[in-house]
């Protein structure tokens, strides 16, 4: 009988405990400023096209020549194509320019907002609720990240 009831207590609490967890790993917001959005200019080095998060790999020379690795997540493989997000377009080789919500914690890595390719066009995936207003007023046309 004290088994059970301390089942029944124990395993509520160690899923409570757990959600803030499983949240803020796959929150843009807990992981990622969105109050200081940025720009870096690259050479793409590896596209990562999959799920749970597309990842970007770039080399950023900064102003005094030095070579910086940066990590760069993105939408995952599933979404970006459902969005309409043209991947193809994307090669490894190309300089990019990437806005980005940069890492509150680790130094070089950050969440993609929108790419620059070499031809001067704009690759950008907004997230569900920007693509969802789109699909219910496609006279809305300019994508902004949404509030959350």
Known sequence: MCLKIVIRIAIPC????????????????????RDAPREIKGTLTAFHLRNPHTQLELDVVDENRVTAKWLVEWGTKNDLIRRGV???RIRVGDELRVTLLPSF????????????????????????????????????????????
Do not use: W
């Open 86 to 88: 043209d991947v193809d």
């Open 14 to 33: 160690l899923i409570f405990l757990n959600v803030p967890t499983a949240l803020t790993h796959h929150s843009v917001s807990g992981n990622f400023d």
């Open 105 to 148: 914690r680790l130094e070089h890595v950050g969440y993609a907002t929108s790419l620059t390719l070499p031809d001067g066009s704009l690759v950008q995936d907004c997230g569900f609720r920007a693509f969802r207003e789109v699909l219910l007023d496609p006279e809305v046309s300019e994508c902004k990240m949404p509030e959350q």
